[in-house]
Every structure is written in C-alpha cells, then in structure tokens.
C-alpha cells in the first residue's frame, strides 16, 4: 500500500482555482491508478476523477468535466487536482486515492485513501 497525504485545500471565492496535491510515501507509486473523491455534508462520497498508472488515461466525472484537470508527477510521488471555475456546490471535503485496479477505485473500494482536505467556495 501506499500512504497519501492530500494538501492545497482552503476557502476561495466562486469562480476562483485551487491546485490540491496528494503525496504518497511508498517505492510502488508509479504502479497505482490514482484518483480524487470528495464528500460534502450530507452527501455520498462522489467519484470526480482518475488517472491511470502511467497517466496516459484520465476519467472524470460529468460533474467536474473541462473545470478539473488530474495529473501525477511519479518522479516527485505527487498526485494533484487542478480545480478551475469553482463553484460553491463544489464545497467539500476532497480525498485521493490508490490502486493497482481503476474499476475498484471507481467502486469506492480502494486500499489507500488519504485524510481529506477541505475545500470551501463561497458565493
């Protein structure tokens, strides 16, 4: 397994950007899919993007599709979400995770997940 450590959350304003990183501790980092939940108060935990091990194949979700960009540097075991338009529905608590599988990623039920960071618009 990996560890991940998720960072750049924090409060902006609508319309604004954010860049969240997720550092991961481990040599097998560059043999995981990687991706990015959040969950709001309230809500489920919500898929919003993956990328695969080499990060030559990205997915996302409707919901953040052509405002959020996913990429990893396997060199610096960084995993990022760069989060442009924002919106004030998009406030929640944003979590990465790992696994060798993308399908069990999607399903929820990765082996790795990170703490979360909050992430606050306002209107």
């Known amino acids: 397994q990996v560890q991940l450590v998720e960072s750049g959350g924090g409060l902006v304003q609508a319309r604004g950007s954010l860049r969240l990183s997720c550092a991961a501790s481990?040599?097998?980092?560059?043999?995981?899919?990687l991706a990015w939940f959040r969950q709001a108060p309230g809500k489920e935990r919500e898929f919003l993007a993956g990328i695969s091990w080499s990060g030559g194949s990205t997915y996302y979700a409707d919901s953040v599709k052509g405002r959020f960009t996913i990429s990893r540097d396997n060199a610096k075991n960084t995993l990022y979400l760069q989060m442009n338009s924002l919106k004030p529905e998009d406030t929640a608590d944003y979590y990465c995770?790992?696994?060798?599988?993308?399908?069990?990623?999607?399903?929820?039920?990765?082996?790795?997940w990170g703490q979360g960071t909050q992430v606050t618009v306002s209107s």
């Open positions: 995770t790992a696994d060798p599988d993308m399908i069990t990623i999607v399903r929820g039920d990765a082996v790795s």
């Open positions: 481990g040599r097998t980092f560059s043999s995981y899919c």
